[in-house]
């Protein structure tokens, strides 16, 4: 079973990793972005750790609702917003339970990637961290090693494709050949999970 | 409208600079004294390029007189941080809506139909109105 720590592994796991690949995310934002997608995950990721600290939640809902509306205050970009109603939206589907097993996570996970869906309105396919999450969640019934997997040949997989949104979307045809920066820091969020569990 | 209570309009842009001068230019276009609550809120927290979820949610406060308030953002993260923040049901006052509408020529027609007493709803129809008038 998964309690409340088992969450605050997950965020810290993957507060370090963006803070580790922080440089490598922006570099990937520079050619189709704003370059500022690792300086902002950081930024947001260390107000989560902050708040996690100051406000200790004592459920796993409870650790990523606070986690979700940390990012969406602080980041100052698109994944704000969008990191932030992922981690909201999973944390209330998981309610206030003290510990919940691995399908629960599952299934709110996916409730939380189809927030950020009807959010940012981005399908499958159209170069964005959905492309990460979508094969992480199902691949999630075979443990979190495999959607860790999962989440890192799909952020490979959006090299080739064109973007369809946000302002990468405006570039057409030559935003082909780069990777996601999205996609890139969702692997990171997912692997974050796979660190928690130690394994 | 039954009563003298007006709609609030929320500027929201990446730029500090820009949003505080729609707000100027909406608010000179309405007639210069107009008694619209319209408050901006653009950048970052920090004074940079962005949006910041803190500065939406105090500019909604303050210009809520209780007949609703109409958000209208330019692009990316400022509409996603305000859907988010609906989304979040308590961090805008009531009756905040999200106004699909182009930036400048919708706060221009936002504040106007305002000015007039319009209700929340033709506000909004107005400033959505302003993307059917074409340039060319």
Known sequence: ?199 | MSDDRTVGIVLVSHSAEVAASVAELAKGLAGGGTSVPVAPAGGTEGGGLGTSAELIAAAAASVDRGAGVAVLTDLGSAVLTVKALLAEGDELPANTRLVDAPFVEGAVAAVVTAAAGADLAAVEAAAAEAYTYRKA
């Open chain 1, 1 to 199: 079973m998964l309690d409340a720590e088992f969450f605050r592994r997950w965020m810290t796991a993957t507060a370090a990793s963006v803070d580790r690949e922080a440089e490598r995310l922006t570099a990937l934002d520079s050619p189709i972005g704003d370059a500022d997608h690792g300086s902002n995950l950081q930024r947001g990721f260390k107000a989560v750790i902050a708040a996690l600290e100051k406000e200790a939640p004592q459920t796993p809902g409870a650790v990523l609702t606070l986690s979700g509306r940390q990012l969406i205050s602080t980041v100052g970009g698109a994944s704000g917003p969008l990191y932030g109603t992922l981690l909201r939206r999973t944390g209330k589907a998981l309610g206030d339970a003290a510990e919940v097993d691995e399908a629960q996570l599952a299934e709110a996970l996916r409730a939380g990637v189809d927030a950020v869906m009807t959010l940012g309105g981005a399908a499958p396919g159209d170069k964005t961290m959905i492309d990460a999450l979508v094969p992480a969640v199902d691949a999630l019934g075979d443990g979190f090693p495999a959607a860790r997997t999962a989440a890192e040949q799909g952020a490979l997989a959006t090299t080739p494709l064109q973007a369809r949104k946000g302002r990468a979307s405006y570039l057409g045809e030559r935003s082909v050949g780069h990777q996601d920066p999205g996609a890139t820091s969702s692997a990171l969020l997912i692997a974050g999970l796979a660190e928690a569990a130690g394994e």
